[in-house]
């Protein structure tokens, strides 16, 4: 599945440019430094975590995107910063639990 | 013999703090990891140390998985990312001039004051960049470290590490406190 299916299947609001990407996997977690330890390339990163150091730790391990779910406000600086790098910001109204579901009814695991 | 050609895995993961404390004598800081959420204040000579920051965080090596050789990294404080807050700094310079070439800069710290005399190798700065290039579609752009020595006024510079802070807090920091 590419970052556009996603967007489509799982009916999340994209907030920057949709950067074609595969994605590879998800990877959850609201720690930079977990992310940072555990995130591999590709992955699609949930977290409810919006602040711009989300956007050089999604880049440092070069997530497929990074989707902040539970409705969070995601400030504009963030999102300048996202578009700036190609990193693609999606975003849900889902509590994580059930967006993570219905992510593995999609077909997406942690790889 | 061929040289091994390195792959690096990050092995020894240990989560913990980075602890940032200053003089409010001698306005010197310190840094250092703590397995622990301290916020000590103590006195030390005339200096009164007091913690400004304490970001949760982790420390690794890595392991070439061609060779086992071992990098130690407990020498990495962490890693910070431009602001782009100081127009004519060589840090923000190398930005702009690799960001053409989709190559994004972060800056390696060490603790300091050591790491002020004593900076982690360039050797070791070029294994770090190694191993995050490793691990991404490096057709579409790269990752290179460079020292903190660039940095045109460390009291001056607004660039942020990657860390957590607040983590123990419901409310999340509008801001992040400056460090230095």
Redesign the interface.
């Known amino acids: 599945m590419n970052t556009k299916d996603l967007v489509e299947n799982a009916g999340l609001k994209a907030l920057t440019a949709v950067e074609p990407r595969d994605v590879s996997g998800v990877f959850v977690s609201?720690?930079?430094?977990?992310a940072?330890?555990g995130a591999?390339?590709?992955n699609l990163w949930i977290t409810v975590?919006?602040?711009?150091?989300i956007v050089?730790?999604a880049?440092?391990?070069?997530a497929s995107a990074v989707l902040i779910t539970s409705g969070k406000n995601v400030p504009q600086e963030t999102l300048d910063l996202a578009s700036q790098?190609?990193i693609t910001i999606l975003w849900t109204e889902l509590p994580t639990f059930e967006m993570i579901g219905k992510l593995y009814a999609l077909g997406l695991v942690t790889k | 013999m061929a040289e091994c050609q390195h792959r690096w895995a990050?092995i020894n993961?240990q989560?913990g703090f980075t602890v940032f404390e200053k003089c409010s004598h001698c306005q010197s800081v310190r840094t250092y990891f703590s397995l622990h959420d301290t916020w000590d204040e103590y006195k030390e000579g005339q200096c009164h140390w007091a913690i400004v920051e304490n970001a949760?965080?982790?420390k690794?090596d890595l392991q070439c998985s061609n060779c086992g050789k071992v990098e130690k990294f407990d020498d990495l404080l962490g890693?910070l990312?431009c602001t782009s807050c100081i127009a004519d700094c060589e840090v923000e310079i190398i930005r702009r001039e690799c960001a053409k070439d989709r190559i994004?800069i972060?800056v390696a710290f060490g603790f300091l004051p050591e790491a002020e005399s004593q900076p982690i190798p360039e050797r070791k700065l070029q294994i770090l960049s190694d191993y995050?290039n490793q691990?991404?579609?490096t057709s579409?752009?790269r990752?290179k470290i460079i020292w903190f020595d660039k940095i045109k006024s460390l009291p001056l510079c607004r660039g942020?590490?990657?860390?957590?802070v607040g983590?123990f807090s419901l409310e999340?920091p509008e801001e992040r406190k400056p460090l230095f």
């Open positions: 609201d720690m930079l430094s977990d940072m330890a591999k390339s590709g975590q919006t602040h711009k150091n050089p730790a880049n440092l391990v070069d790098h190609g | 990050m993961q989560f949760q965080t982790f690794f890693l990312f994004f972060l995050f691990q991404r579609d579409r752009s990752i942020e590490f990657i860390h957590d983590m999340a």
